[in-house]
């Protein structure tokens, strides 16, 4: 009896460690648990508190859904990224499908590059002062105004008819398309920037002795750039945005033609790859007219 009593009280007494060490490894389990949530917290803080992490969390949401959507059909319409990236490859270095797009992504590259900026050169040389004068000078903005703002909504594939008429087929009617394109939102946010300028500007302008022929250089340009600034960043998106509609006028290569003949070849993946690079071009395009404009205008409010 006694013996039984003694291993009765063993195992009683088993059990009761058994379960204190249970909710030990439980607590501590759950401490765990909590520092790694709180690790998380952190990590995801520290995203967050970055600007470049946080630019990059909604590219990396849609490519995580593009991969979703696309892996259970390899074959379909719309490609997965995967095979983005090895047309993307082929394009830049070849050694994959050797065909006619093969290593072709430089030579297009530099055709598009140059028939944006050149045509965008162009659009600002004239939309500038053409800007400023109608912003400025009453006379000039009631003869040209009008016709201008009547033109103005008459999209850039309505003229591509008339520009391989004009021009003829090639790489005039691609410059002609996209100068237009960049022309409207380098003049429209001119004229605005101009008759923006504060009144008082003038007045002052005036009582320091500074004569009516140089308002311009002294007063109208210095305090219109911000704006200018504006629509040459605008204009230049719209002069990447048409690269594409004005390479559909017979050239040879560039981008858009490129994108055009994948396109009459059902290769979704080289047209999607030349989409990313048409934006990754006009992405970098934009941050360095950003940054040329924050050197030039860093007394601006607007742009220090």
Request: with cysteine; proline share 6%.
């Amino acid at each position: 009896m006694a013996t039984d009593s003694l291993s009765h009280e063993a195992v009683r007494l088993r059990r009761e460690a058994d379960q204190r060490a249970g909710v030990i490894g439980l607590a501590r389990g759950t401490l765990s648990l909590g520092a790694s949530r709180l690790d998380l917290f952190r990590v995801a803080g520290e995203v967050f508190a970055n600007r470049r992490l946080r630019a990059c969390l909604v590219p990396l949401l849609l490519l995580v859904l593009w991969w979703l959507g696309t892996r259970g059909n390899p074959d379909g319409l719309i490609p997965p990224p995967a095979a983005v990236g090895v047309a993307l490859w082929d394009l830049a270095f070849g050694g994959i499908n050797d065909d006619a797009f093969s290593q072709m992504l430089l030579t297009d590259l530099i055709a598009s590059a140059s028939r944006v900026y050149g045509a965008f050169l162009l659009a600002a040389a004239i939309a500038l002062p053409l800007g400023m004068l109608i912003g400025r000078l009453r006379i000039v903005r009631e003869l040209l105004e009008p016709s201008l703002q009547l033109l103005r909504p008459v999209p850039v594939t309505a003229w591509l008819p008339l520009s391989m008429i004009i021009f003829g087929l090639g790489p005039r009617s691609a410059f002609f398309l996209v100068a237009l394109g960049a022309f409207y939102p380098i003049l429209v946010n001119t004229v605005f920037a101009v008759r923006s300028v504060e009144p008082r500007l003038f007045e002052a302008a005036q009582m320091l002795g500074v004569s009516p022929a140089r308002l311009f250089p002294k007063v109208v340009l210095p305090a219109s750039l911000p704006g200018m600034f504006t629509g040459l960043r605008v204009g230049l998106g719209f002069a990447w945005v048409v690269i594409v509609v004005g390479e559909m006028t017979g050239v040879q290569t560039g981008l858009g033609a490129m994108i055009m003949d994948a396109r009459q070849l059902s290769r979704t993946e080289i047209v999607i790859a030349g989409m990313a690079v048409i934006g990754l071009a006009g992405f970098l395009s934009d941050l360095a007219i950003q940054m040329l404009g924050r050197r030039l205008l860093a007394w601006s409010p607007l742009h220090g």
